[in-house]
């Protein structure tokens, strides 16, 4: 099993930045990507960004490009979401995934990830 434990979230006006963390703990070694969705209310769960545990490969939504970066430090089993000029439309809760096998095109299929962590609100007012 892993456990996964977000925080970091809080409220922030637009063109402002935050940073978010995801812990890992347990059986990290089947990790083979975590990544960032977030889901805003009334809406459906959203892949942000990816992070491959083998390569450091990382993906982005289209909305979230130029914006957010997604990094890692392996050694203390953390993964960031550092997300910069941020709007009101990012608003969500924020989650992380792990999985352990994630095809690239699959990136944003939620259904593909194991453990889930219990999610962080990230509130950017206008």
């Known amino acids: 099993q892993v456990q996964l434990t977000e925080f970091g979230g809080g409220s922030v006006e637009a063109g402002g930045s935050l940073r978010i963390s995801c812990a890992a703990a347990g059986n990290t070694w089947a990790i083979g990507a975590v990544t960032w969705f977030r889901q805003a209310p009334g809406e459906e769960r959203e892949g942000v960004a990816v992070?491959?545990?083998?390569?450091?490969?990382?993906l982005y939504a289209d909305a979230v490009k130029g914006r957010f970066t997604i990094s890692e430090d392996i050694a203390h089993e953390l993964v960031y979401l550092q997300m910069n000029d941020l709007k009101p439309e990012d608003t969500a809760t924020y989650y992380c995934a792990a999985g352990s096998s994630i095809v690239n095109g699959l990136w944003m299929v939620e259904f593909e990830y194991q453990y889930w962590g219990q999610g962080t609100q990230v509130t950017v007012s206008s």
């Open positions: 992070i491959y545990r083998d390569d450091s490969a990382t």
